[in-house]
């Protein structure tokens, strides 16, 4: 019996403690979450390029990243029940301050 409250006790305790990886791709003290735009990446996608930072055969392993407000290009591949890109695919958009960006397959 104590045995099974341990594991539930170690099981929360991870869960909780776990959280999300962020990247700040900005230079200077970090902004409030008003100040940027946050590009949050789904499930099954792969962040291979943001701007002028490229990864060529390793995904860039955050799945939240804050830039600056203005325009911005980032690099996916994707891996779904139905096939994956062989080739990153190039996505520009325009970041506003405040917003959430979600990239998904």
């Keep these: 019996m104590h045995y099974l409250f341990f594991l539930i006790v170690i099981t929360v305790i ?3 403690c776990g959280g999300n990886s962020v990247l700040v791709f900005y230079e200077g003290e970090r902004r409030t979450s008003s ?5 949050e990446i789904g499930e099954n996608i792969y962040l ?3 701007d002028t930072l490229t990864r ?3 995904a860039i392993s955050k799945q939240y990243i804050e830039v600056l407000p203005g325009r911005h290009e980032i690099g996916v591949n994707y891996k779904s029940f ?3 890109s062989t080739e990153p695919i190039l996505l520009p ?3 506003e301050s405040g917003h ?3 990239v998904k397959a």
């Design 14 to 16: 991870l869960a909780t």
């Design 56 to 58: 060529k055969y390793q």
């Design 93 to 95: 958009f325009n970041a």
């Design 100 to 102: 959430t960006y979600l």
């Design 48 to 50: 291979m390029s943001i």
């Design 82 to 84: 139905k096939g994956h």
């Design 35 to 39: 100040e940027v735009g946050t590009i």
